[in-house]
């Protein structure tokens, strides 16, 4: 038998239908997906503009120990500079992201301190977030009601830029701001539709590592940065 080639399915799955006594398995299954009539989850935020949503997304951050810092495009680089010194002098990881070219942030991001990640070194990457202070991201899709960064991983954005260095900051355009994870997944499903092909790792980061396992006592950077902040960008 050749790899990858599957034998005896129908057989198989016919089975499986006559052990749990039900109908065997029709040839003719559709696809489309199932359509509820009620779908208040929708709802949520629904009304709500830009600014109210930003609004929503800073209350929320309060509740997640991250700082936000609003700027425009033009003032972004110096903003991200100066958060780089607050965050604690040292080594920096950076995924491969034709925005920080976009966002003009070119000179920051080619210092000597700055690695950019390439996946043609493998393993070497993780070992230079592992000792990185800082780690910077662009959000992908960025969630109000959480404020929760949603980024698509891949081999040039590596989930362990997010995960492995000791602080975190977070470049959130305005643009990229909704409701809830309902939009999100909606969002998801539009590109599936549309042919694109979407990262098998979306990551989902809400400020610093948490947790409270331990007799509901909060600890922060147990199994991550212990500082996040992060810089929405409201004009581009």
Known sequence: MNKGTITNREHFLQHIAKSLSRKPRRTDVTLERPQREYRPEQKVFATKSADELLAIFKEACQNIHTEVIETTSNQ???????QLVTHGEGSIVIPKDERFRQ????????EDTVHTWDASIGKDNIQFAERAQTGIM?????????ATM???NDKDKARSIGLLPKTFIGVIPQSTIVPRMTQ???IIDQKIEQGETIAS??????GPSNSADIEYNLVVGVHGPVQASYIVVTDK
């Open 76 to 82: 972004l680089k110096d903003v991200l500079t100066s």
């Open 103 to 110: 966002y003009g942030l070119s000179t920051v991001t080619e």
């Open 138 to 146: 662009f959000s992908d899709i960025t969630l109000a009601e959480s």
């Open 150 to 152: 949603v980024i698509f």
């Open 184 to 186: 999100a997944s909606e």
């Open 201 to 206: 790792c979306v990551n989902f980061i809400s």
